[in-house]
């Protein structure tokens, strides 16, 4: 049968057919057509949806189309578009669990609140770090008791009771003079300059009257705590360097 659109032509007439002139030879031209036995359909060209024009192609075996359309066709619930964020790895982890290596590093923006918040727990556990270190100076200064002082003849000139770190436990200080009198507590790593050098604590000794000894007595329910040393002066002012005419007599404990 003939299809739509044929051309008759008569014999000895001959009939004008569209060519095209390549290199000195005429190519005929034809209309590409498409479609089953005793059916015709124009080839789809342009854009647009798949209808019975268009025809149908096989990639070549080689085509690279080929070898990334399989990859494609590996996607599947269980291995979803794998890439390689991570060198050498094949996607990352998700979800809870373990560090591994396909585990992807991050850094907190500045502005998180997480950084500010993480900067005050680093601040609040080096306090601790701190307070459990003179707790366990503490502790170790309760077991084995304390360790008594005794100085019959405590004057303005600076004296140690512990050179070191400590506690002190109890103060009991004698003044036979008929003025009041202080002895001054000092907490310093290196020398004193009574005086000039502020004293930890001042505490007052009452004036007796040249025979009879006023007296100041303290035993610290909370022992007192000092960093660097334990040094006490007895001066007759509470801060000055005045020295008492007759020293006084002075008995403290500490650990």
């Known amino acids: 049968s003939m299809s739509q659109d044929a051309v008759a032509v008569t014999e000895g007439a001959g009939k004008d057919i569209a060519t095209d002139l390549v290199g000195g ?24 949806s798949v209808d019975t024009g268009t025809p149908r192609f096989t990639l070549a075996a080689d085509d690279p189309a080929v070898v990334s359309l399989a990859i494609l066709d590996d996607w599947d619930e269980s291995d979803r578009c794998k890439v390689n964020l991570i060198a050498s790895q094949a996607g990352i982890t998700g979800g809870a669990g373990a560090v591994a290596a396909n585990t992807p590093r991050v850094t907190l923006a500045s ?43 405590g004057d303005n000139t600076a004296q140690t009771i512990k050179g070191s770190a400590g506690v002190l436990y109890s103060l009991e200080v004698q003044n036979v003079n008929a ?22 604590a001042s505490f007052l000794v009452p004036a007796g009257d040249g025979t009879k000894r006023g007296a100041m007595d303290k035993v610290f329910t909370v022992p007192l705590a000092f960093s660097n040393s334990i040094k006490y002066a007895c001066t007759t002012t509470p801060t000055g360097n005045g020295d008492p005419s007759t020293g006084l007599v002075v008995n403290a404990s500490y650990k």
């Open 179 to 200: 003025v009041d009198c202080w002895i001054q507590l000092f907490d310093e790593s290196g020398s004193i300059t009574v005086g000039t050098t502020t004293p930890k």
């Open 25 to 48: 030879y005429n190519y005929q031209w034809f209309k590409l057509m498409v479609g089953a036995a005793d059916t015709v359909n124009p080839l789809a060209v342009g854009a647009g």
């Open 111 to 153: 502005d998180d609140p997480a950084v500010g918040l993480l900067t005050t727990i680093d601040a609040d556990i080096g306090t601790i770090d701190t307070d459990t270190g003179n707790i366990a100076t503490s502790v170790g200064v309760l077991n084995g008791g304390a360790t008594p002082l005794f100085d019959a003849d």
